[in-house]
């Protein structure tokens, strides 16, 4: 989680404006893309043409006409409840790419009116529900014995009973069970922001500090907010709360960030978006920029990314600097891991230190006093 939204922070996101879009879809879409993931492929294939759409009019209405635009999108098989509930969150500059001079430049375009993001939505609702009702399944629709038991973890992580009537936002819309979100901007310099919005994108689906058994055997599960029914909290037998995990496990190789437009793989200008690590820089929120803008793209320098090594990484997340040392302050290094009994015990013994654990001691002490006496 946070390891992804570094990354992507450091080595794919150049220092632009960024919007989100996030795509939920109807229950009867979710049951479909959830035991089909390559169906998911093409679902987010056929939606975010739709928004880059949106982005290249406003741009040639700027008089921009070989705009490109760019996403890099999360894609969430769960809800706050251990339900199952397959949407999309979408990382778009808010703008598009152009070449001006042999350089490239994003060209900043205006926040979208409720009005065009209901247009957008309209666009790829149809598209969708095109896409996903000849995959509906039928009442004659012949399953294996191991699709029937998935398909029974797929129906009891769906939301029963009907569903809280979504609140009406900004920059939002509502078609036929279909919704669209944008109304998340972040500035070019709000790399923190970013690093935040990517790191809820790639969230695990349970937090496991709200995950405890009670002394019945039942699985309780507190729920960031209220449900529809009023509920605070799930109460599971484990084999319901296994069920429910099950549906949430994400298929093998299908992999849950994509990249789409300038930063796919093969795009022909992502070497020039995406910013090298050398680029990388502390964090720094800014004030609002002008609605439209040009912001020149920094000269990128290819490099093979590597993994941000541990400690690093808690000092980036948790401010916790665990390679300082506490008593003279210096920076401590790592000279070996190790992991073998015979070797950790060989360092124990020639630092002095003890090469076994503390004596078990009994519960209590054995001696009763009688305090009636």
């Not at 999309?88 to 001006?100: A, I, L, M, W």
């Not at 109304?183 to 689906?205: I, Q, T």
């Amino acid at each position: 989680m946070h390891d992804t939204a570094a990354h992507l922070v450091d080595a794919v996101i150049p220092r632009v404006p960024v919007r989100q879009w996030v795509l939920s879809l109807p229950r009867w879409a979710r049951w479909i893309l959830a035991r089909d993931a390559q169906l998911a492929s093409r679902a987010l294939a056929v939606a975010l043409p739709a928004i880059f759409a949106h982005y290249r009019r406003r741009a040639r209405a700027m008089g921009e006409e070989a705009g490109r635009c760019g996403a890099v999108t999360f894609i969430q098989r769960f809800g706050g409840a251990l339900n199952l509930n397959v949407h999309f969150h979408c990382v778009v500059p808010d703008g598009v790419f152009v070449r001006e001079g042999g350089a490239l430049h994003l060209v900043a375009v205006r926040p979208p009116t409720d009005e065009e993001v209901q247009t957008v939505l309209l666009r790829v609702a149809r598209r969708l529900d095109r896409l996903l009702r000849p995959h509906r399944p039928g009442p004659d629709t012949e399953l294996s014995s191991l699709d029937i038991g998935y398909a029974e973890c797929l129906r009891a992580s769906l939301p029963v009973g009907l569903a809280e009537p979504p609140r009406r936002k900004r920059q939002s819309a509502l078609v036929d069970g279909f919704s669209l979100h944008a109304g998340v901007h972040l500035h070019a310099n709000d790399r923190e922001g970013l690093e935040k919005l990517c790191g809820y994108g790639a969230r695990p689906p349970f937090a496991l500090e709200r995950l405890s058994v009670l002394p019945d055997g039942r699985v309780c599960y507190r729920l960031k907010r209220s449900i529809a029914d009023g509920r605070t909290e799930l109460l599971l037998a484990p084999t319901d709360f296994l069920r429910k995990l099950a549906s949430l496990i994400p298929p093998p190789r299908h992999h849950l960030v994509r990249f789409h437009g300038v930063f796919a793989p093969n795009a022909a200008w992502r070497k020039e978006v995406v910013p090298s690590l050398e680029q990388a820089v502390p964090s720094a929120s800014g004030a609002p920029a002008a609605a439209a803008s040009s912001i020149a793209m920094p000269p990128a320098v290819a490099k093979t990314p590597t993994r941000i090594p541990w400690a690093e990484l808690l000092e980036r997340v948790f401010r916790i600097d665990v390679l300082r040392c506490e008593r003279c302050g210096g920076r401590m290094t790592l000279i070996a891991f190790l992991t073998e009994r015979a070797s950790v015990k060989k360092v124990l013994e020639h630092l002095g230190l003890p090469t076994t654990g503390p004596p078990i001691a009994k519960a209590r002490n054995p001696v009763e006093f009688d305090f009636a006496s």
